[in-house]
């Protein structure tokens, strides 16, 4: 079994957090950045909640919370097998089998998985683009991970919707300058955003990303928390495959 989990040729083999959490990933295609690890640090997880991120890649979402949220349980979706794959060997490697499980899936097609309400909080850090905006990487698997190819944000949020029970949270990343698709259509599916932060590269410079915490079925009330500024923040800097 250790033999299997070696990085392969086309594969790279990373640790985090002093050497307790490895992660492999494919020279090529899809590689996670430094998105996943803001919205890793975003996210509040309480004890014993379980959790679904759709779009986990390589596990990295799961894997990075599984080291502060001891006691919860994480459930990772992927569309793409090669990613899929990827993430059962990260589980496998960091002995994470009782707490992440992987499934290689279309997060549409969840209602015949999982009942409704099954998840205390979903997490995604969805594709950017809307399907046919700007250039398509000629990657197939970067495509997946940057368009909307395989699922719209609406297709997204309606998944959502679906795992969480009233109150369920969603925790998102998105680009600042498609903020208000993000919140119209999660108020859309009744994820009324109630925390929100922008972050900046630099304190002179606009905001590139926003994260989202939204909880369903709740009134409106939302906390504008202060921007975090990437210059100012080397941590996340040390996490994240660029």
Known sequence: MTELLLPLPDETLDSFFGG?????????GYRFSIDAVLLSRFVKIRRNEKIIDLGTGCGILPLILSQAAKASSFVGVEIQRGLAECAVKNVTLNRLQDRISILHRDFRRLKTTFP???????????????????????????????????????????????????????CLIFPASRTIDLLATLRK????????????????????????????SSGAELNIVAPLILEETKYFLTLADE
């Not at 307790?20 to 090529?28: E, G, R, S, V, Y």
């Open 20 to 28: 307790t959490l490895k992660i492999l990933q494919k020279k090529a």
């Open 116 to 170: 409704p309400g099954s998840f205390h909080v979903v997490l995604s850090n969805p594709p950017y683009r809307k399907s046919r905006t700007g250039r398509v990487n000629p990657s197939q698997a970067k495509a997946i991970a940057r368009h909307e190819i395989r699922g719209t944000l609406n297709d997204l949020l309606s998944a959502a919707s679906y795992l969480l029970p009233h109150k369920g949270r969603a």
């Open 189 to 216: 599916w009744k994820l009324e955003p109630k925390r929100v932060q922008f972050v900046h590269p630099r304190i002179e410079e606009g905001a590139k990303f926003v994260l989202v915490e939204s909880i369903k």
